[in-house]
C-alpha cells in the first residue's frame, strides 16, 4: 500500500473510533478524520483508485453521520454502547477489508536485481516469411511473434522511467492485464495491480560494456511462457539473469498467449482450449507445444540479424549468438526440451516445471536443468516418468531439481501478486520463488554456457543447495 491508501486507512479508523473518546477529543478527532478520509480519497481518485480501497471508503461513510450527528445536533443523544458497538465492528471490519485485500493481491514489486550489471530492455516483432499462420484461415498471413530482451546495461541517468510491467505502455499492460484474468476466469478488477506496476528495467538502455570498450558479447536465453502465459509472466527472472549478464528473450506467441498487443495496434487474444477428453486435449498440447518449438527455432535464428544490426536496436555487436539456451515454464518448458531436439544450435535448456509433450523424443545433446514442483497427489502421475524419460535422451549430465515448498506458479512472477495460497503459489515467501528459480538457472549457464564457469566443474553441489537433486548421467545417445 502507498501512503495515500494508508492515509486513508487510518482516517477512516479514526473516524470509528472517535464516538468512543472522551467529549474533550471526540470534537477535533470527529471533524479531522472526515477531512484526512475526503483529502486521501481526492488523491487517490486522480493517481487511480485501486478496487482495494473501496470498501475502507464504505467503512467510513457508514461511520460518519453516527460520528458527526451528536456534534451537530446538540439535543441528539449518543447511541447506546450496546448498539454502537456492531456498528462499530461492521465499519471496522470494512476498513480492516481493505488492507487485507491489499495484502492478498497487491502491486507487485520486483526484488532487485543482484548482479553487477543495470538492466535495460527491448521489445521487437519478428515475422517469419516462409511460415504460414495456422491459426488463420488468410493465405498470406505469415507468423509473427513479439520478443522482449532483458540485458546488461548501463546505469541509467537518476529519474529514468523504468519499464511498465506487461507491456511497452499502461494500455497495452491493462489489456494484457485484463486477459490474463479473463482466462484465469477472474473478473479483470483483482489484477488491476499489474499495470501499475514499474520493473527494475529502462527501455533502450545503452548496453553494458566491458570495460575497454563496447564490444562485449552476452550469452542469450530464448523463454517460452505457460500455456496462455504472456512474454513478461518471469520479468523476476529474468531481471536477475541480465543483470548477471545474459540476454533473456521472452516470447508472446499469438493465438496462444492469453493476449499479444502487436505494433499496428491490433491485439490477438488466446484461441488455446480444452476440451476434457484426455486423447484430445493431449494432441492439441503436442500441436501447441510444435508451434512454440517452432518460434523459438525461427527467433534463435533471427538473433543473428540482430546481432548484425539488420535489426535496428541497441544489441547489436552484444549478442553471443553461438551460446544461446531454450528456457521455458510448463508447456513453454516442453517447448524448449522439443526445439533444442530439433535444433543443435541451442546449448542448453532449462524446463521451469514443464511436461514434455514432443510426441516421437528423440536423443539430443544439450544439457538440462529441469526445475520441478514438489510432486504429491495432485500432480500428473506421468509427469516424472516422462520428464525423466526425455532427460534420458540427452547426450550431456542433466539435472533435475524439485524444489520442496513450491507449486507451479511458484517458478513465475505469480507469487509477487497473487493470494499466498500454498496449493496456487507455494509455501515459500513470496520473493523466494523467482530468487531460487534465478539463482539455480545461473548456476546452472554460468556451467553450460560460459568458458569460465567459475571453478566449478558441475553445478549439482550449487543446485542442490536448493531441493532434491536427481543427476541423469550422459546417455551417449
Known amino acids: 500500500m502507498n501512503p495515500w491508501e494508508w492515509l486513508l486507512v487510518l482516517g477512516a479508523v479514526a473516524l470509528v473510533l472517535a464516538r468512543w473518546l472522551p467529549p474533550r477529543p471526540r470534537r477535533p478527532l470527529t471533524f479531522a478524520a472526515p477531512a484526512v478520509v475526503a483529502l486521501s480519497g481526492a488523491v487517490l481518485g486522480v493517481l487511480g483508485m485501486r478496487w482495494q480501497m473501496v470498501p475502507v471508503l464504505v467503512g467510513a461513510a457508514v461511520a460518519l453521520p453516527f460520528a458527526l450527528s451528536p456534534l451537530l445536533r446538540q439535543r441528539t443523544r449518543r447511541a447506546p454502547w450496546w448498539l454502537a458497538l456492531p456498528a462499530s465492528v461492521v465499519c471496522l471490519a470494512l476498513i480492516a477489508a481493505g488492507p487485507a485485500a491489499a495484502w492478498a493481491l497487491p502491486t507487485p514489486v520486483f526484488p532487485e536485481p543482484s548482479g553487477r550489471f543495470a538492466v535495460g530492455t527491448h521489445v521487437l516483432e519478428l515475422t517469419d516469411p516462409q511460415r504460414p499462420e495456422t491459426a488463420t484461415p488468410a493465405p498470406d498471413d505469415r507468423r509473427t511473434v513479439v520478443a522482449q530482451f532483458w540485458y546488461p546495461a548501463r546505469q541509467a541517468p537518476a529519474g529514468s522511467r523504468r519499464a511498465p510491467y506487461l507491456g511497452r505502455t499502461e494500455h497495452e499492460a491493462r489489456v494484457v492485464s485484463g486477459a490474463l484474468a479473463n482466462y484465469a476466469g477472474l473478473p479483470a478488477m483483482l489484477l488491476d495491480g499489474l499495470p501499475r506496476a514499474r520493473t527494475h528495467a529502462v527501455y533502450d538502455a545503452a548496453v553494458a ?49 492469453a493476449a499479444v498487443v502487436l505494433a499496428d495496434g491490433r491485439t490477438v487474444r488466446t484461441e488455446v482450449s480444452a476440451t476434457g477428453d484426455d ?102 502421475p506421468d509427469y516424472l516418468p516422462r520428464l525423466t524419460r526425455v532427460l534420458g535422451l540427452s547426450s550431456a549430465t542433466s539435472y533435475r531439481l524439485t524444489v520442496p515448498g513450491t507449486a507451479h506458479l511458484t517458478f513465475t512472477d505469480a507469487p509477487l501478486y497473487l493470494p499466498p495460497l500454498p496449493s496456487l503459489v507455494g509455501s515459500l515467501d513470496r520473493t523466494e520463488g523467482p530468487r531460487i528459480t534465478a539463482a539455480a538457472s545461473i548456476a546452472f549457464l554460468d556451467r553450460t554456457l560460459r568458458d569460465d564457469p567459475g571453478g566449478a566443474a558441475d553445478p549439482a553441489a550449487a543446485l542442490s543447495a536448493y531441493g532434491s537433486l536427481v543427476v541423469h548421467p550422459k546417455s551417449g545417445a
Open 209 to 257: 560494456g566491458d570495460g575497454a570498450g563496447d564490444g562485449e558479447r552476452f550469452p542469450v536465453v530464448l523463454f517460452s511462457p505457460g500455456l496462455g502465459g504472456v512474454r513478461t509472466q518471469n520479468t523476476a527472472w529474468a531481471q536477475e539473469l541480465a543483470s548477471h549478464g545474459y540476454v533473456v528473450v521472452g516470447l508472446d506467441h499469438p493465438y496462444d498467449s
Open 279 to 380: 486423447a484430445e486435449d493431449e494432441k492439441r498440447a503436442a500441436g501447441w507445444t510444435a508451434v512454440r518449438a517452432a518460434d523459438l527455432r525461427f527467433v534463435r535464428a533471427q538473433l543473428g540479424r540482430v546481432q548484425s544490426g539488420e535489426i535496428a536496436g541497441p544489441l547489436a555487436g552484444h549478442l553471443d549468438t553461438g551460446r544461446v539456451a531454450a528456457a521455458g515454464h510448463s508447456l513453454g518448458g516442453g517447448a524448449a526440451l522439443q526445439a533444442a531436439r530439433q535444433d543443435p544450435g541451442f546449448a542448453a535448456v532449462i524446463d521451469l516445471d514443464g511436461f514434455p509433450h514432443d510426441p516421437d523424443p528423440q536423443p539430443f545433446r544439450q544439457p538440462v536443468l529441469a526445475l520441478t514442483q514438489a510432486v504429491g497427489p495432485d500432480t500428473d
